[in-house]
C-alpha cells in the first residue's frame, strides 16, 4: 500500500462549485497532516495543516479520520484561482520523520 | 515574509558531472530538507539534515548524493556523477520545529543530458 494515496484527477468544475479531495495513509502512526498546493512546474505551498477537531480556513476546509487513516479538502465556493494541484501530505511515521507527499490531485476551475 | 532561496534556478549538465544545488534556508531555522520531483510525478523525500548532520535519507539517496552545510547560511546538495535519470525539479526546504510545516524554496530544475 501507497503511503498517502490521492484522488486520481482531473477534477474539472465550474466557478462557484464545491469540491472535495479525500486521502488515505498508510501509517496509524503518523502524527501530522498538511495539504499542499502546487501550481504547475513550481514549489509546494502550504495550504493548511490538519488537525484531529477538522478546522477551516475561509472556504477551505479540512477533516481528519484517524480511525479510517484518511483526510480531506473541501473548497466551497471555487475561484479560478484555486485551478492547481492539491498534494496531502503526511508524516511518515510518529516522531521526527520527514514528510511524504501524495502524488496529488488535479483541480481545475472553469468559468 | 522570509523566504527560502535556491541556486541555480536550472542547471543543465551532462551525464557523469558533477551538480552542486545551493539553497539558503529561512534564518531561524534548525531542520533542512531536500525534495525532488521527476516530471509528472510526486514530490519524493531524499534528505533531512539538523544540528550539522544527516538526521534521514532515503532509498533514493545513494552514495552519488551528498549533502553539506558549509557556513551559517548555505545547504548545499552534490550529485557526484549525474545520471539521465537524476533529472528533476530539487526542492530545497526549511522548518523551524519537528513535524511542522515545510517552507519549501523555488527550486533548482535540473536537465541531465
Known amino acids: 500500500r501507497k503511503e498517502v494515496e490521492q484522488d486520481p484527477g482531473p477534477f474539472n468544475v465550474p466557478e462557484g462549485a464545491t469540491v472535495a479531495f479525500n486521502c488515505t495513509y498508510s501509517n496509524s502512526a503518523s502524527q501530522s497532516f498538511f495539504w499542499y498546493r502546487q501550481d504547475c512546474r513550481k514549489e509546494p505551498k502550504l495550504l493548511m495543516s490538519?488537525?484531529?477537531s477538522g478546522n477551516e480556513d475561509g472556504r477551505f476546509t479540512a477533516q481528519l479520520n484517524r480511525a479510517s487513516q484518511y483526510i480531506s479538502l473541501l473548497i466551497r465556493d471555487s475561484k479560478l484561482s484555486d485551478s492547481a494541484t492539491y498534494l496531502c501530505v503526511v508524516n511518515r511515521d510518529s516522531g521526527n520523520t520527514p514528510l511524504v507527499f501524495g502524488k496529488g490531485t488535479r483541480l481545475s476551475v472553469i468559468a | 515574509e522570509p523566504e527560502v532561496t535556491q541556486t541555480p534556478s536550472h542547471q543543465v549538465t551532462q551525464m557523469g558531472q558533477e551538480v552542486i544545488l545551493r539553497c539558503v534556508p529561512i534564518s531561524n531555522h534548525l531542520y533542512f530538507y531536500w525534495y525532488r520531483q521527476i516530471l509528472g510525478q510526486k514530490v519524493e523525500f531524499l534528505v533531512s539534515?539538523?544540528?550539522?548532520?544527516?538526521?534521514?535519507k532515503s532509498e533514493i539517496f545513494d552514495d552519488q548524493f551528498s549533502v553539506e552545510r558549509p557556513d551559517g547560511s548555505n545547504f548545499t546538495l552534490k550529485i557526484r556523477s549525474t545520471k539521465l535519470e537524476d533529472s528533476a525539479m530539487y526542492f530545497c526546504?526549511?522548518?523551524?520545529?519537528?513535524?511542522?510545516?515545510?517552507?519549501f524554496g523555488n527550486g533548482t530544475r535540473l536537465t541531465v543530458t
Open positions: 490538519v488537525y484531529s
Open positions: 526546504a526549511s522548518t523551524r520545529e519537528n513535524n511542522s510545516p515545510l517552507h
Open positions: 539534515f539538523y544540528n550539522n548532520e544527516i538526521s534521514e
